[in-house]
């Protein structure tokens, strides 16, 4: 079942709040704090809703979270425990989880290459990815580690179902800690209808689901007609390849910004905060800040459950350096099977050395990149996102050889073609070797449509407030924009959401066009991670 599907919409969602507090508020009249009920609602609830989309798997995430349920129980027993006892018991739950991943994900992905390797013929037939594993197993791992330092414990069952299976964030994130999530739902005032908890919840889910339908998805049109002329060995233009590189860079962007906003939007009807887990990355004035900003918590899952534990910067720079890269192959290798994933992760690593580099570099002339000016942080900020456009040619696209077409239009080795439509504007260009035939009918895009798209997008992308800053005190996430301060003090102060009948006017309009544009129903980017 889809966030953006008809039958979560109309359905599931309004069945699932009204059955909540309805539950909730009966059980905190009647017995006090005792919220079992509900708790139990949201797990039957949350299984339904991963069980709609293939109900056998239904038994591969109860298995998986019985048997984590139980290495969580016995390492956060007491440090009585022989240390070598949990070692080894976190050990074997850390390698079932890798396990299932593994077989799941993994598994034709290795064979494949070692049948080509060494010329055998194994196959394990097809093996369908589970929707979600990638997210609840790294969810599960985080939790066993955290049991095992003893930041955390759980000993009730359902709770600890809930904490798996919150249906707003179990599909594609964000990944959260227990620590972060269960103790919200001890809170009764959450079991009580809350009205602005709810209109906040709508208006963050609305404006998800509008840059999913409005945005993502009519972008799309154009990145998917390149890169598939690109498979099949078409010729690209110039401007071919720009528009579908930058049509999936904003598809992307918006796919899983909306996803974002739609799952915080979910949970905080329920009176529950997600960690923030989007925050403007194309925005980013580094890579190292682009990582800070795009997919947040698994930016963190990485950072302290295998780059630190790898030795993080403290063995000197040739470490911290060989320890990025190694993170990031994995973090590429994490996103899919193939090697264009494992190359776009090592490529992120490239980045982030080299960033690492160039921040000592001005460390040791005495100056620090934090107080750099308008000049230097608009050079920066471009460099890092004509880097992160060149790394998702190779993450959207399905061979090495797709990419290499595309990127070899995009630098302008099959020559430079403008879209025809410049040509008055712009003829004096034809003295450079310019033309201006950079659409055919080969790929079949709309020139203007394409040209125009894009730029409106790449606009709200760079120029607008993302939807936490547009909610501003109201803060639905866990943690807040980085940048935040920064517009509210200046533009966009007077224009945040408010409960008011201009915004109640404007909410109304993105739903009706969200559910007109809703002619197909597509799956969100990263359920394919």
Same mark, same amino acid.
């Given at each position: 079942m889809l966030f953006n599907s008809p039958e979560f919409l109309f359905f599931f969602l309004p069945v699932v709040l009204a059955v909540f507090?309805?539950?909730?508020?009966? $059980?905190?009249k009647i017995a006090g704090t005792k919220l079992e009920g509900s708790i139990f609602w949201l797990v039957c609830a949350s299984l339904f809703f991963y069980g709609w989309w293939n109900p056998p798997y239904l038994l591969l995430i109860i298995a998986s979270i019985i048997l984590n349920y139980i290495f969580g129980f016995y390492l956060s027993r007491d440090a009585s425990e022989k240390l070598t006892q949990k070692k080894l018991l976190l050990v074997l739950g850390i390698g079932f989880n890798l396990a299932l991943i593994g077989y799941y994900k993994y598994a034709n992905f290795f064979i494949s290459n070692i049948n080509l390797a060494i010329g055998s013929d194994i196959n394990l037939g097809t093996i369908i990815l589970p929707l979600g594993i990638s997210f609840y197993t790294f969810q599960q791992i985080a939790y066993?580690?955290?049991?095992y330092r003893g930041n955390t414990k759980e000993y009730n069952f359902l709770n600890y179902s809930l904490f798996v299976t919150f249906f707003p964030q179990l599909i594609a994130?964000?990944?959260?800690?227990?620590?972060?999530v269960l103790h919200q739902f001890r809170d009764a005032s959450i079991y009580r209808f809350n009205s602005q908890n709810?209109?906040?919840?709508?208006?963050?889910f609305v404006a998800g689901l509008f840059k999913k339908v409005v945005f993502a998805d009519r972008i799309a049109a154009?990145? $998917?007609?390149? @890169?598939?002329a690109a498979s099949q060995g078409v010729p690209l233009t110039f401007s071919e390849a720009w528009v579908g590189a930058l049509a999936y860079t904003l598809q992307l962007y918006f796919d899983f910004s909306g996803y974002s906003d739609m799952a915080i939007g979910i949970a905080y009807m329920f009176g529950i905060r997600l960690p923030l887990n989007f925050d403007s990355p194309y925005k980013a004035v580094s890579i190292v800040d682009f990582w800070r900003r795009w997919h947040i918590t698994l930016s963190h899952?990485?950072?302290d459950y295998l780059y630190i534990p790898l030795g993080g910067n403290r063995y000197g720079k040739t470490r911290r350096h060989i320890n990025l890269m190694t993170t990031m192959l994995l973090g590429g290798l994490w996103h899919g099977a193939g090697w264009t994933f494992i190359f776009w992760g090592?490529?992120?690593g490239a980045y982030l050395v080299i960033n690492h580099q160039y921040r000592s570099f001005r460390s040791w002339i005495g100056k620090d990149t934090r107080e750099d000016g308008w000049l230097l942080q608009g050079i920066g900020w471009l460099v890092t996102f004509l880097a992160v456009i060149v790394s998702w040619v190779f993450f959207r696209a399905d061979s090495f050889s797709s990419a290499q077409s595309i990127l070899s239009s995009m630098i302008g080795l099959n020559g430079i073609s403008l879209p025809g439509f410049w040509e008055p504007y712009l003829s004096f260009l034809r003295n450079f070797g310019v033309d201006f035939?950079? @659409?055919t009918v080969n790929v079949g895009i709309s020139q203007k449509y394409s040209v125009f798209g894009i730029t409106g997008l790449l606009l709200v992308a760079w120029l607008t407030p993302n939807t936490q800053q547009w909610m501003g005190k109201y803060a639905p996430a866990l943690t807040q924009p980085c940048d935040g301060a920064k517009w509210i003090d200046q533009l966009w102060k007077n224009l945040q959401w408010k409960p008011n009948k201009i915004w109640s006017a404007i909410l109304g309009i993105m739903t009706a066009i969200s559910l007109l544009g809703m002619t197909r129903v597509s799956e969100f980017l990263y359920f394919q991670f």
């Open positions: 507090y309805l539950i909730g508020s009966k $059980t905190i066993l580690v955290d049991a994130g964000p990944i959260v800690h227990h620590k972060d709810f209109s906040v919840g709508l208006t963050v154009f990145a $998917t007609p390149v @890169f598939a899952f990485l950072r090592g490529l992120h035939n950079g @659409f």
